[in-house]
């Protein structure tokens, strides 16, 4: 299997030209870690609660900065037609939950690890009986 098969299309995504407030607010929420900003359909980075913190001390105003000011656009992404299990290892690697996927910057879906590690384990074959 390859990662297309496995994502999760659609994530919440934010566009660049919201403001910073908004994703500041998404934060809050407790199973929300980071945001995806685009501008259109292209990704241009994500934003997690460091980011909101260093725009505070940068003095910024996050009512009137925008998501896309404010986001990290060094973004670690998996391509489509990456293996699952590569994709599994590269995550754990990381230390992440979830990664964005990207075809030529174009985001496609989000990918994460619990719901991925758990269709791996079905996928795989159970382990032979042992004859006593």
Do not use: Y
């Not at 929300?32 to 105003?61: H, P, W």
């Amino acid at each position: 299997m390859i990662v297309r098969e496995a994502l999760m299309a659609d994530p919440r995504v934010l566009q660049a030209g919201v403001s910073a407030r908004e994703a500041a607010e998404l934060l809050t929420h407790p199973h929300v870690s980071s945001v995806l900003v685009a501008d259109g359909e292209q990704l241009v980075g994500c934003i997690g609660a460091e980011n909101i913190v260093a725009a505070v001390a940068k003095g910024l105003d996050l009512r009137t900065a925008t998501a896309g000011e404010v986001a990290d656009g060094d973004v670690v992404t998996l391509r489509p037609d990456m293996p699952l299990d590569e994709a599994l290892h590269r995550m754990a690697e990381l230390d992440v939950e979830r990664l964005a996927v990207t075809d030529d910057g174009r985001l496609l879906g989000v990918l994460s690890r619990e719901p991925l590690a758990r269709r791996l384990a079905e996928d795989e074959p159970p382990p032979p009986l042992e004859e006593s």
